[in-house]
């Protein structure tokens, strides 16, 4: 298995196509749909409510189900992402994070963020390993991204919409910054950095669900990450003692000089 390094360092991304076999999906699909139905769990932070109108209340998106769940614990430790993480980094990184998200027909989308903004790994950045459940594409909601902005520093956010995401906050783009759709069948598995902005918008389809399944790593040589993501795995399983990243920093913001945008990096409260 072959994977576009040079794409990756050029875009912040890199989709590998079918890393995941047809049934691989399916059962995964049938293990998460089975655990939503069960009730709410660790991380449930919407609850659970079949009735509401609400999609995202009826399938609220699963976080850190490694931490009890066996399933979701070797798809993050599973072999062939940390072969496509030693091309693409030289070398495996540390896994910190599973996430499930649902997104049924009529759900909300997630404004354009950073994913370094809430890991706050230092020193480096994070990485996610994104696998699509089910074919995604513009209509159901397919992730949205800006190639390239992988090598701009963590932006400030400012309030989003929160008729069209279910996260109240986003990233400001400068005029020449344009998301694209990143178009994907189901098992391919989208790498991408972690200062990288994505995001994605509404599921417009009348009946198909955008689910994926994603990992977040950080880099090896870091030293601390913030707390939310104790503990740290290698991909042997064994776990790493880092210290923990406290709030703080700088974020960056867009300015006008001399007719152009630049960015000017402020204090991070």
């Known amino acids: 298995m072959r994977v576009d390094v040079k794409g990756f360092q050029e875009r912040g991304h890199v989709i590998v196509s079918g890393l995941f076999t047809d049934d691989e999906v399916a059962e995964l699909r049938q293990h998460y749909m089975e655990m939503r139905r069960d009730g709410s769990f660790e991380g449930d932070f919407a609850g659970v409510d079949a009735k509401a109108t609400d999609p995202l209340k009826a399938f609220p998106r699963l976080i850190h189900m490694h931490r009890w769940d066996q399933i979701s614990l070797d798809w993050m430790l599973e072999p062939r992402l940390e072969a496509v993480f030693v091309q693409l980094l030289g070398k495996a990184p540390l896994a910190v994070q599973t996430m499930l998200y649902f997104k049924p027909p009529g759900a909300r989308g997630q404004a354009l963020h950073q994913d370094q903004y809430y890991l706050r790994v230092q020193p480096g950045t994070c990485i996610a390993a994104w696998m699509a459940l089910d074919d995604c594409d513009e209509e159901n909601g397919c992730l949205q991204v800006v190639p390239g902005s992988h090598s ?101 913001v867009w300015v006008e000089e001399d007719g152009s945008e630049v960015l000017e990096m402020i204090d991070l409260l």
């Open 152 to 252: 701009l520093p963590v932006l400030c956010p400012e309030d989003a919409d929160t008729t069209q995401s279910f996260t109240d906050v986003t990233v400001p783009l400068s005029a020449n910054m344009q998301p694209e759709p990143v178009i994907m069948k189901a098992g391919d598995v989208f790498f991408f950095n972690g200062q990288l902005i994505h995001g994605s918008f509404p599921n417009s389809s009348p009946a198909r669900f955008r689910r994926a399944l994603i990992g977040h790593y950080i880099d090896a040589d870091a030293d601390q990450v913030a707390h939310y993501y104790h503990p740290v795995l290698r991909f042997d399983g064994s776990t790493v003692a880092l210290d923990v990243s406290e709030g703080g920093g700088q974020c960056g």
